[in-house]
């Protein structure tokens, strides 16, 4: 069983539309939370870190769950420049050695 | 700023041979991290080194893979001699501090090709 499981994509969705990612982590042990947003054939870059009580910037909202060891990402009024594929992301305070899921591919369609 | 540099942006080599990927952390970050996907699967953790110290090697594939970071600024990855299944892309990231609450930021990978 893969440590960080992602929804399978590709999700396409019309300009304007709310889009939801849902991941799951396996080791309790996991200390630190992000999504990372990677574009095609690019590095992944930091959306946002995911914290207990919920977080936003802007657009995007982000909600971890430790007792389910859930992580979700909300994305309202998608935007042409949102399609990229979405990595959800676990770390380990101790070294900072990061586990990535397989990613979801968003695909914003005019 | 400058960010993480890496070179080559692209490499292909035939099965057996030898090849030498090369990381330029930002200025000033101790932590240097190697990350690789290969075709179809997620981006896996290689090896984290603190300064020239490495921290973490756990991720490394086999003994055919050899990291090094002389002088604890930039780090080569090694892989000699190259297999089929080496072939993906190689991420290099660096943070300023240990830990996964300090952001790692990612370089713009490697592309290496073993025909």
């Known amino acids: 069983r893969k440590e960080v499981e992602q929804d399978p994509g590709p999700f396409n969705v019309p300009e304007g539309a709310t889009v939801a990612f849902n991941c799951t982590y396996s080791?309790?042990?996991?200390?630190?939370f992000f999504w990372y947003r990677q574009d095609c054939r690019k590095e992944p870059k930091l959306l946002m870190s995911?914290?207990?009580s919920g977080n936003e910037d802007g657009r995007f909202t982000a909600q971890l769950n430790r007792a389910s060891q859930y992580i979700s990402l909300l994305i309202r009024d998608s935007k042409l420049s949102d399609s990229a594929t979405y990595l959800c992301v676990v770390g380990y305070n101790q070294g900072g050695k990061l586990i990535f899921g397989q990613g979801t591919e968003l695909s914003v369609k005019p | 700023e400058a960010g993480v540099t890496q070179f080559p942006s692209h490499s292909v080599i035939e099965k057996g041979q030898t090849v030498t990927l090369r990381c330029d952390p930002i200025s000033g970050h101790d932590n240097l991290y190697w990350y690789r996907r290969v075709m179809g699967k997620e981006i896996k953790f290689l090896l984290h080194f603190v300064k020239e110290s490495k921290q973490d090697e756990s991720g490394m594939p086999n003994n055919r893979f050899l990291a090094e970071r002389t002088g604890g600024t930039y780090s080569t990855l090694k892989v000699q001699p190259a297999e089929l299944e080496d072939s993906g892309v190689y991420f290099c990231?660096?943070?300023?501090?240990?830990?996964?609450?300090?952001?790692?930021?990612f370089g713009p990978g490697t592309r290496l090709t073993v025909l």
């Open positions: 995911v914290y207990s």
């Open positions: 080791n309790s042990a996991s200390q630190s």
């Open positions: 990231a660096s943070s300023q501090s240990p830990g996964a609450t300090d952001t790692q930021y």
